[in-house]
């Protein structure tokens, strides 16, 4: 079938609620091969998130590109943050399915001119740090130990050089195959250096044309570089253990796959109780799916000092009977995050919450080194106003309608305890 009519197709059955598509790509171009598939931009009002697909159709290959205005506005500052314009130059060339629209035209408008205006320019530190990759992988080409590491160079060295070239004359980069592209558009003379000089790396195993390619490139920047300044990483980069807090008579740790059922059977059993303290939960909240979605995130969070949200258990069992969680975690001059937690309720009285956060407040303030953490109550919850000030947290105000529970804003009491 004609792509334009099997895009339309897909566009009556699957997108028919979409304000308008854009069929791109090489095929449209006139460049397609038998391999080649068919990209789209499908551009709802309003949706939820953006979203990927890629399916056959017709016998096409399709990849379609979901978005709203928002989520194109997003992705297309993206692509001109990394100078590679995929989404903006999809939106240019698109063919407009069913029909050009004030809507789409619009797009197309806002596409062409973030082209025009190109990449934002790499600063010296940029260009620095590219000569300081090329030169390292020019030393690796200039004497490998055999064929197979010159032809590893040689990969790494083509995109790496092309990319340098472009961005050092404010030129739109590229990936993969549109490379050569690209460069023809920017500069023919130097696009068909390139690629004789790695042809006759890659058929003849002569590394001297591209060698002499590099040098001529990176000399109007400062020339092949070697020598740097100490590049400091933030002091916080650094894997720290999955912490396992032990107290007399508890186990704090991070909840793991195999503690998806016992985590559900927590909340099943508490929710009467926690629903009226707590913001609304989604509606997969007692589902397998979302547990293990949540702590995937957890440990993406606790990697990055972002969060670290704890299960309580018994030291002698597998049984979740609470939860302590430190979230939004900001380092900087802030260095402070906030607390919240809940337990069984046939385990209160016997001082086990008490007891778990006077471990898990070691953790976050001795091990983390965070300077203070927050922690907010409703008025009537008498039972944590208590617990709060016995671990010496201090009363800091009150907030009227702090957070919606229930359905109505509720007024919060404002805590904090600082670490000395």
Not at 86 to 99: D, N, R, T
Not at 143 to 161: H, K, T
Not at 169 to 174: E, T
């Amino acid at each position: 079938m004609d792509p334009r009519q099997t895009i339309e197709d897909l566009r009556q059955q699957r997108f028919g609620e979409a304000e308008v598509l854009f069929l791109a790509g090489s095929v449209m171009r006139g460049q397609g091969t038998p391999h080649s598939d068919l990209d789209v931009v499908v551009v709802y009002k309003s949706l939820p998130a953006a979203y990927r697909e890629s399916l056959h159709h017709e016998g096409w290959p399709v990849e379609l590109f979901v978005h709203d205005p928002e989520t194109l506005a997003y992705f297309c500052a993206q692509d001109r943050q990394r100078g590679v314009p995929s989404l903006p130059s999809m939106l240019a060339e698109g063919l407009e399915l069913p029909q050009s629209t004030p809507f789409s035209r619009r797009l197309k408008s806002e596409a062409r001119a973030l082209l025009k205006n190109g990449p934002p320019p790499w600063s010296l530190h940029d260009i620095d740090q590219a000569r300081y990759a090329l030169s390292d992988i020019c030393d690796d080409l200039r004497q490998p130990r055999n064929q197979a590491e010159r032809v590893a160079s040689g990969c790494r060295l083509y995109p790496a050089v092309a990319e340098f070239f472009l961005r050092t004359q404010h030129q739109w980069s590229a990936t993969g195959k549109s490379i050569p592209g690209r460069l023809a558009q920017a500069d023919p003379g130097r696009a068909a250096q390139f690629a004789q000089a790695f042809q006759q790396l890659f058929e003849n195993h002569d590394a001297g044309g591209v060698l002499q390619l590099c040098q001529e490139i990176v000399q109007p920047h400062g020339g092949f570089l070697f020598a740097q300044p100490p590049l400091l990483a933030p002091a916080d980069w650094r894997h720290r253990p999955v912490p396992r807090l032990f107290s007399q008579r508890l186990l704090l740790r991070p909840g793991e796959e195999a503690d998806i059922p016992a985590i559900l059977n927590y909340f099943e059993r508490n929710h009467e109780r926690l629903a009226p303290l707590e913001p609304d939960r989604p509606p997969d909240f007692l589902t397998a799916q979302y547990w293990r979605a949540y702590l995937g995130t957890a440990r993406q969070e606790l990697s990055a000092e972002k969060a670290v949200r704890l299960f309580v258990f018994p030291r002698q069992s597998d049984e979740v009977i609470g939860i302590i969680h430190f979230s939004q975690l900001h380092r900087g001059p802030f260095q402070a995050g906030y607390l919240g937690y809940s337990l069984d309720r046939a385990r209160e009285g016997q001082g086990l919450m008490s007891e778990a956060l006077v471990k898990a407040i070691d953790y976050v303030f001795n091990t983390l080194g965070f300077h203070r953490i927050m922690a907010n109550y409703l008025p009537e919850n008498e039972r944590s106003a208590r617990l709060l000030q016995r671990l010496g947290f201090q009363i800091e105000g009150r907030a009227p309608n702090y957070l919606r529970i229930g359905g109505e804003w509720r007024d919060h009491v404002l805590t904090a305890l600082t670490r000395c």
